[in-house]
């Protein structure tokens, strides 16, 4: 036996709701023929055009091997484009194409009906208060891995 139940281990129950979030994101995204981390990297670009794939790795909350990986399929399928930054020739900018745009908004609308069926299982206090008490959770973890515990 542990130290401690798995119906009493927050991480458990915080896991299952990401683990439900991607597989309903995965499924309504699949007609549109991107993953979650490609939606995701399409979302940030959306919202931070020209930023670099090492910057987008952080957003995303991937490695960057990750987000290479993630960049060359977007960029084999025509989605985004990438070119060395006026000054930093180390650095590919990394944009979205019109094809990529396209395919973003579609992909966004049946990743906000994902996001939208599951708000409307809560009333707006309850949405608030979700949400506070996430980012105290991720607060919490974070100040856990600072102290090395």
């Known amino acids: 036996m542990t130290s ?4 009493e281990r927050l991480g458990h129950y ?7 979030l991607t597989t309903a994101k995965n499924a309504a995204l699949k007609p549109v023929g991107v993953t979650v981390p490609q939606y995701a990297a399409l979302l940030s670009l959306t919202e931070n055009p020209g ?3 090492a910057a987008l790795a952080r957003l995303c909350g991937v490695t960057p091997p990750t987000m290479n990986t993630i960049l060359t399929n977007l960029q084999e399928r025509g989605l ?9 020739r180390n650095v590919l900018e990394t944009r979205l194409t019109e094809r990529g745009e396209a395919v973003m908004r579609d992909a966004d609308v049946r990743a ?7 708000g409307a299982a809560f009333t707006d206090e ?12 991720a607060d919490a973890f974070d100040a856990t891995r600072a102290a090395g515990a």
Do not use: F, G, Y
């Open 4 to 7: 401690m139940p798995t119906t």
């Open 14 to 20: 915080i896991k299952r709701a990401e683990q439900a």
């Open 51 to 53: 930023i670099s794939a």
């Open 80 to 88: 985004i484009e990438r070119s060395p930054h006026e000054w930093h």
């Open 112 to 118: 906000v009906r994902v996001e939208r069926a599951v």
């Open 126 to 137: 309850e949405r608030e208060l979700l949400q506070s008490l996430l980012i105290r959770c």
